[in-house]
């Protein structure tokens, strides 16, 4: 009987090593190893080009048929850095549920020229058939495997020659080569070396979908990130109809594109204007508590409304809850207008809340954050026609943001009449006739304007 060679693995960095370890060698992570069954060679040698590879001049080498094809869809072309590079392997990451398989096969489905081979080890030939009924494919040249040995997937995408090659997902890929059960550290590894392998070789396309873990990384080793050459995330609440779609690493385009899809009946949706529909439109009734914020996501300006709920607190301890940012950033802001505008908030529920479930990590909302505080506790709305974008800091000054030109201009896009913006702010170009443009250097000055007090 073959011996069982068995071998320890880094879930982290996918190091390896013949005795357990507490701390990882290569990236110093701790309690990270796990036990893997070996009997044949774990690592191939990538070898990309086979042995006939040999070097070449920059200048020789020739990239007319370098070409992106175009997936027929606005947001994620941008994404990719304007349409999918061939050769390419794209690794897509997500929530359970948050419609990973719905994007991939949306993507094969809306593109009636490009043949794409769709391999499915979740999923039957009639489930997925099922999801495109409802997605509504029409003349698609897609195919369908249901299939979790790479061999025999390598083996039929060479045979169909397809376009792009999607898998969903890496985790339930299995090779012969490695006798470890699948989505494990070592099968992960290998199946995405082999899967690059085909993408570099025969120049197609790979979009891969991954897991990921509790903490929101991608399952499986770090060095999936390093070999694949786009990493998109695939974000937001599954309870909320909005996601949000990001590169995280793109050897191709920027990693400051978003694109923002709604879940749908029919698939997902493109939004090509989020402020619009992540503002509730009040029209003219405008309600206390609640603040527009001038945020970017990227290189994307993103109008959110800030909602805060400030209430006499019922028992001793005040609550502190927020949806969508950072609770030890609500404190921070409540300790500044505790201690800079000496507003009291002792004995003051505060709850506070950004509509659509959308997340912001931007500083930018700060300003919006403490109107809307304000604005509940004193019970006074603010304007809906008013929007906010600058940082607090600790001293109580409101500091200044980046792309403020650019998020001027799409808030008077968005008919907005005025912009409170810090006073430390440098316009590089005159703002538009049709907003007024009202800098202010620190809270108390901000809390005189909105509601006259000091
Ligand atoms: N009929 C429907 N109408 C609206 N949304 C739907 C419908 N059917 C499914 N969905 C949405 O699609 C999501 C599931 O999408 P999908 O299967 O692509 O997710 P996934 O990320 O691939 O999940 P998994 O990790 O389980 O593979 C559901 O959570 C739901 O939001
Ligand atoms: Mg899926």
């Known amino acids: 009987m073959a011996k069982v060679k ?45 042995s006939n590879s ?14 992106r094809l175009n997936l027929n869809s606005v947001e994620i072309n941008r994404i990719l850095g304007g349409g999918l590079v061939c050769g390419s392997m ?18 094969a489905l809306k593109c009636p020229d490009i043949k794409t081979l769709y391999v499915s080890g979740e999923e039957s030939a009639q489930q997925i058939k099922i999801r495109a009924a409802r997605l509504g494919s029409n003349d698609a040249q897609c195919y369908i495997l249901s299939e979790t040995l790479l061999e025999t997937i390598i083996m039929q995408a060479k045979e169909l020659k397809p376009d792009i090659l999607v898998i969903d997902s890496i985790q339930t890929l299995y090779t012969e080569r490695i006798d470890s059960s699948a989505g494990s550290i070592s099968q992960i590894r290998d199946c995405a070396m082999q899967l690059l392998k085909f993408a570099k070789e025969t120049n197609t396309p790979v979009f891969v979908i991954g ?15 390093h070999i694949v050459d786009v990493v998109l995330q695939f974000e937001g609440d599954s309870n909320h109809a909005y996601r949000i779609l990001r590169a995280t690493k793109n050897r191709f385009g920027s990693t400051a594109e978003i694109g923002i899809f709604e879940m749908q009946n029919t698939g997902l949706r493109e939004i090509e204007n989020p402020s619009e529909i992540l503002i509730s439109q009040h029209n003219d009734l405008s309600f206390s508590g609640v ?6 996501d990227g290189v994307r300006p993103l109008f959110i409304e800030t909602q805060s709920l400030v209430s006499t607190a019922a028992y001793g301890v005040p609550q502190r809850s927020t949806t969508g940012i950072d609770v030890r950033r609500l404190n921070m802001l409540l300790a500044v207008l505790e201690k800079r505008a000496g507003f009291r908030l002792a004995m003051k529920d505060v709850f506070f809340n950004i509509t659509g479930g959308l997340r912001i990590s931007d500083t930018a909302a700060d300003m919006a954050i403490i109107s809307s505080v304000l604005s509940s506790n004193f019970d006074v709305p603010i304007p809906v026609s008013s929007c906010f974008c600058a940082e607090v800091g600790l001293t109580g000054e409101l500091r200044p943001v980046s792309h403020i030109n650019q998020r001027i201009g799409e808030a008077a896009r968005l008919n907005f009449k005025k912009i409170f913006i810090s006073r430390y702010s ?29």
Do not use: R
């Open 211 to 225: 897991h990921i873990t509790k903490d929101g990384t991608i399952a499986g080793p770090k060095v999936l990130e």
């Open 426 to 454: 440098k316009l590089e170009d005159k703002p538009p006739v049709n907003i007024e443009v009202i800098s202010v250097a620190k809270i108390e000055e901000l809390m005189k304007i909105l509601f006259g007090k000091n």
């Open 291 to 296: 603040a527009i914020a001038a945020t970017m």
């Open 90 to 107: 794209i690794l897509v990451g997500g929530e359970p549920g948050i419609g990973k398989s719905t994007l991939s096969l949306q993507i």
């Open 6 to 50: 068995k071998a320890f693995f880094c879930k982290n960095c996918g190091h390896e090593s013949a005795k357990w370890l507490g701390c990882c060698p290569s990236c110093g992570e701790w309690n990270t190893f796990v036990e893997e069954i070996v009997s044949k060679p774990a690592t191939s040698a990538l070898g990309i080009n086979n």
């Open 54 to 67: 040999k070097a070449l001049l920059i200048n020789d080498i020739d990239i007319s048929h370098e070409s």
